[in-house]
């Protein structure tokens, strides 16, 4: 039998037995079932004609079909494998794909001769599913798999799927892997030769589920294809483009994922990705910047779903295929020795350089350059990091001068270089450096040094200054978790994953950070939280925050960095920013408010936000601020409350501090016509005088602006009127408003008081026995001299006290306790003068001698003012600062109407200046009937006259200046011109009160004045006998009528 017959035979032979184990399958089928068989013949390529030729006659049978012969996989013999390939419209079959995987993405491929290697049509759908079946029924599927139970079940199980699925035209096969719990699950999967329709698909699966009253879900490798760009994609290669396309409409939407080296994301539009639909069969991705982020597995994926009849099936089309990139690297440069030293005794130094770069798995060609380099390695270290080192020789004499740099160079696949210079920071001999401390090594001059931060990204770095002295540590550490939340928080636009997801979750993941304070508390986390905020803020510019635990999760976070135990770390300035951490703050956070969607009060415990929507009028309240808003629109209010944020903002200006919190507002609507009022919460109570600003914080300009804003003055201190939207404050001076030339008019009064009641003390001594002439002359002269004393005591004290800050407090006090008897002396012997005087008037028949006088007016000029100071001293914590005097006036306290010592001032010569009034009246009243008087009391009325005239005038002198003064403690500075008028009129007049004394009591006194120049007149010429006898005749007279009052 020749070769040509056997050939024959054994084929006829594989023909028949094919065709029997057909008929014996369709036996068991029903309807029109299929049964995909295949006939694999390994032949010359030739043979094939002869092949076609003899099937022919089973091509036209009604039983079944016998397809035209095909070549579908070519093989060579390459030594000792050999090499094949699949024809156009053929892929590998999945068997090779799982065991040989760097066969799938080719068509061609080395094996070895024993491998089967066969191309199957690319055509072919592969199905991998699960069926959800009810427990009573198919419980039996739970069994040992060697058990008649366990075969029954499988079987009946198996026969239904087949007879459903084999009428799919191309049906190939059908297999149960497995069943599991959960229910009862059935995994299987499945082989569709000619491709499927998917309605057909949904229809069978439907049948099939109801006959076993099970859910299905499917997953199809073949019904979608992706095409990848040519690989490996350049590093930062630009729009590279990733097609998907399906067989046919498949009545869904596809969705992009990415499974890359941080996760998996969607794909959505951002700042690299674009997704586009061009057809309901075809989509592709644009990726504008190829980076290490979008190396990954990408998956292309059709959801189809239907429910009917209780029965529902999930089926996903997909395909998935990795985009390769050749990567470049980031590259850390060191060395050790950080500084390499010289030395005399070691002039020769071995430095190992090193270049460090995240683990990869891109094969990088690395090559050093520079003069002697001894040694490469390279070596994987504990932080997931590659170091590449190398060792350089460098003489401390022949090569100092040179350029002792070295380089190291990345290569990538695709010939992408990345290089970075390794300095060689080398201390000569004689050159300053900063000794060995702790972790940190001998550094040069003028240099910093740097150490990895342990556990924690970033790093710390400590300079040493030009004279070898180490400066503090600048620690750059950042808690891990919050720098992830950084790194989520740059990319959340790009497109991996949309832009809403990807914000709720780094606020989520921010807020778990932030809420233990003790894990931030460095300048470093605060300062990453709040580039956080910054980053967000600006990618969400344009959007809106509608997703309430968001928002939350925001208000939350921002308000964990305004706790207090972080206060240190917000205050210190990073040097390379423009702006502060805490305007960076508001500025963010502010933003994120306005986009946020909300319609009810939030109250954290740092942050109060408030909202209103009403037509005309808005009021919100945030910690105790009212904020009231008035415009012309509809549009909704936001009003929000820093707590604590005041104490970080830059003050810029030195002569205020901020006396409030910050109250941010944003209207939706048009700024038109805005009027804002808001009233505060003052942190310190205003002191008198001290003037507020209303302002706004300008992010531009980084300070404090008035601009559009108004005080409401010192009635309504806590009150602002602005007329725009932004971050507002109440700014209160450190310093009392300062009325022009005071000082000069209080020194030049008092010194021309002081030296005027000297000078009417003086006059008194010299003209005393010259005016004493009777009873009610000596009560006003004694009151005279102990008006005069007592002020001039009082003046003093005033002169020594003015610069409070320049006198220790116990002198600061015993001079308020001085002036506060002395002046309350000062007006007790007016009341003394005043009530003697009205006695005299009423009771003329009733006489009073000289030491009764003395003695009641003693008592109630030094006794009364005593027991008063006295008591107010010693109920206001024995004159303690603050309670009793003022520290920065030296003088009594003022602390509203009614409150303060002051009034122990007040109270009392309000009450005398009364009586004095009311004395001058009855006196007046008197004298006017002076005519019904006996001529032996003419000389009294004309003493008591004179008397009447110091009260009259030394009442206005000593009340009038006061008056003024309790108007000064009414009136604020800062309510304008009428206030400064009141001031000065204080001022002048109770400064110059010696002066109106000497010029009044003294030189306008008739009989002083007289008497004054008499004495004078004997000093200049010796009297004579006449004028000596007249004086004596005088006397005489003048003592007769003293005796018989």
Not at 13 to 22: E, K, P, Q, R, S
Not at 399 to 408: L, P, Q, R
Not at 706 to 724: E, F, L, T
């Amino acid at each position: 039998m020749g070769p040509s017959t056997i050939l024959n035979t054994r084929m006829w032979t594989f023909l028949f037995l094919y065709i029997l184990a057909i008929n014996f399958c369709q036996t068991t089928g029903y309807g029109n079932s299929t049964q995909m068989l295949y006939a694999k013949l390994i032949i010359d390529e030739n043979s094939i004609p002869n092949i076609t030729a003899m099937l022919q006659p089973l091509m036209k049978s009604t039983t079944f079909y016998v397809e035209t012969p095909v070549m579908t996989t070519k093989c060579n013999d390459v030594s000792s494998n050999k090499e094949c390939k699949c024809y156009q419209g053929y892929k590998w079959n999945d068997a090779l794909c799982q065991s040989n995987p760097t066969c799938c993405d080719n068509t061609s491929c080395i094996l070895g001769k024993s491998v089967d290697a066969m191309c199957i049509l690319n055509t072919t759908v592969t199905i991998k599913g699960s069926l959800k079946l009810p427990d009573e029924k198919y419980v039996g599927c739970l069994q040992d798999e060697k058990s008649d139970t366990y075969q029954a079940c499988r079987n009946g199980v198996l026969k239904t799927m087949k007879e459903v699925f084999s009428t799919l035209r191309g049906f190939d096969y059908l297999d149960i892997t497995g069943f599991r719990l959960g229910s009862i699950i059935t995994d299987f999967v499945m082989s569709i030769v000619f491709g499927i329709s998917s309605k057909d698909l949904i229809d069978l699966s439907l049948n099939m589920s109801q006959q076993l009253s099970a859910s299905l879900d499917m997953n199809t490798s073949g019904v979608v294809r992706l095409i990848m760009p040519k690989m490996p994609v350049p590093y930062e290669a630009t729009d590279q483009m990733i097609t998907c396309t399906a067989n046919e409409n498949l009545q869904a939407s596809p969705k992009w994922t990415i499974t890359n080296m941080i996760g998996r994301y969607n794909i959505t539009d951002g700042t690299v990705s674009t997704v586009t639909i061009v057809s309901p069969t075809k989509s592709y991705i644009n990726l504008k910047t190829v980076t290490d982020l979008w190396e990954g597995d990408y998956l292309c994926l059709y959801h189809q779903k239907d429910y009917r009849n209780g029965s529902s099936v999930n089926i996903f089309h997909k395909d998935s295929a990795k985009l390769d990139v050749a990567l470049k690297p980031h590259i850390d440069v060191s060395t050790k020795p950080s500084f390499p030293r010289c030395t005399t005794q070691n002039p020769i130094l071995v430095v190992i350089a090193k270049c460090v770069i995240k683990d990869s798995s891109e094969p990088y060609n690395v090559t050093w350059s520079g003069t002697g380099l001894r040694e490469q390695a390279n070596q994987t270290e504990s932080d997931n990091t590659l170091a590449y080192t190398v060792k350089k020789i460098f003489n401390c004499n022949s090569d100092k001068g040179n350029d002792t740099g070295i380089t190291c160079t990345f290569q990538n696949r695709l010939g992408q270089i990345t290089t970075s210079s390794v300095p060689f920071n080398i201390i000569q001999e004689g050159e300053k450096y900063c000794k060995a401390e702790s972790d940190w090594e001998d550094t040069k001059a003028g240099f910093t040094a740097v150490l990895k931060c342990k556990n924690s990204a970033g790093i710390i770095r400590r300079k040493c200054d030009s004279n070898g002295n180490w400066e503090p540590e600048l620690s750059g550490c950042v808690n891990s978790d919050l720098y992830s939340v950084l790194q989520n928080a740059i990319i959340s636009d790009t497109g991996l994953g949309s832009l809403d997801q990807n914000a709720g979750t780094v606020f989520s993941n921010l807020q778990n950070v932030t809420k233990t304070a003790e894990t931030i508390n460095t300048f470093a986390n605060v300062n990453t939280s709040v580039v956080v905020l910054n980053t967000m803020s600006v990618k969400l510019e344009n959007k809106s925050i509608s997703v309430q635990d968001t928002v939350n999760d925001i208000l939350t976070s921002s308000s964990n960095l305004l706790d207090k135990s972080l206060q240190m770390s917000w205050k210190t300035p990073d040097p390379n920013s423009n702006k502060t951490l805490a305007e960076i703050y508001l500025h963010s956070v502010e933003n994120l408010i306005m986009i946020s969607e909300m319609s009810n009060s939030s109250v954290k415990e740092n942050i109060h936000v408030d909202t209103c929507n009403a037509s005309d009028q808005c009021k919100n309240n945030v910690f105790n601020a009212e904020v009231t808003v008035k415009r012309s629109g509809d549009g909704r209010v936001k009003t929000a409350g820093f707590k604590n944020l005041q104490n970080y903002l830059p003050n810029t200006t030195n002569t205020s501090s901020i006396n409030s919190i910050i109250v941010s507002t944003t209207y939706e609507g048009s700024k038109k016509d805005l009027e804002i009022k808001l009233k505060f919460e003052l942190l310190q109570t205003r002191p008198p005088d001290v003037e507020m600003e209303c302002v706004s914080w300008e992010y531009n300009n980084s300070r404090w602006s008035p601009r559009g804003c108004k005080w409401g003055g010192a009635s309504k201190p806590d009150v602002c009127i602005c007329n725009h939207m932004t971050s507002f404050a109440i700014l209160m001076s450190k310093t009392p408003l300062d009325i022009p030339y005071m000082t000069e008019i209080t020194y030049t009064g008092l010194s021309v008081s002081v030296a005027s009641l000297i000078i009417s003390l003086l006059i008194e001594l010299i003209v005393w026995n010259s005016v004493v002439k009777t009873n009610t002359l000596y009560l006003r002269h004694t009151a005279h001299i102990n008006i005069s004393l007592c002020l001039l005591v009082a003046d003093c004290c005033f002169l020594a006290s003015s610069y409070p800050e320049g006198i220790s407090d116990i002198w600061c006090k015993i001079s308020a306790l001085l002036k506060h008897f002395c002046y309350l002396a000062m007006f007790f012997w007016m009341l003394s003068l005043s009530t003697t005087l009205l006695h005299q008037a009423v009771f003329p028949f009733h006489k009073v001698g000289k030491k009764t006088y003395l003695r009641f007016s003693l008592f109630l000029g030094y006794v009364c003012p005593f027991l008063i100071v006295s008591i107010t001293f010693l109920t206001n914590n024995a004159g303690s600062e603050g309670s009793y005097f003022e520290l920065k006036t030296c003088w009594l306290v003022y602390s509203g109407i009614l409150k303060g010592t002051i009034y122990t001032f007040i109270l009392p010569v309000g009450i005398i200046v009364f009586i004095n009034l009311f004395s001058m009246v009855v006196v007046i009243m008197k004298l006017l009937d002076h005519k019904s008087t006996e001529k032996t009391h003419e000389n009294e009325m004309r003493a008591a006259k004179t008397v009447l005239r110091s009260v009259i005038l030394l009442t206005p002198i000593f009340g009038l200046p006061w008056i003024f003064g309790f108007a000064t403690f009414s009136l604020d500075l800062t309510a304008g011109a009428v206030t400064l008028a009141v001031n000065y009129a204080f001022v002048l007049l109770n400064a110059f009160q010696g002066l109106f004394i000497l010029l009044t009591t003294c030189l306008g006194d008739k009989m002083t004045r007289e008497a004054l120049l008499n004495t004078c007149r004997k000093k200049k010429a010796p009297p004579t006998i006449s004028e000596s006898s007249t004086k004596l005749e005088a006397t005489k007279k003048t003592s007769r009528t003293a005796e018989n009052m």
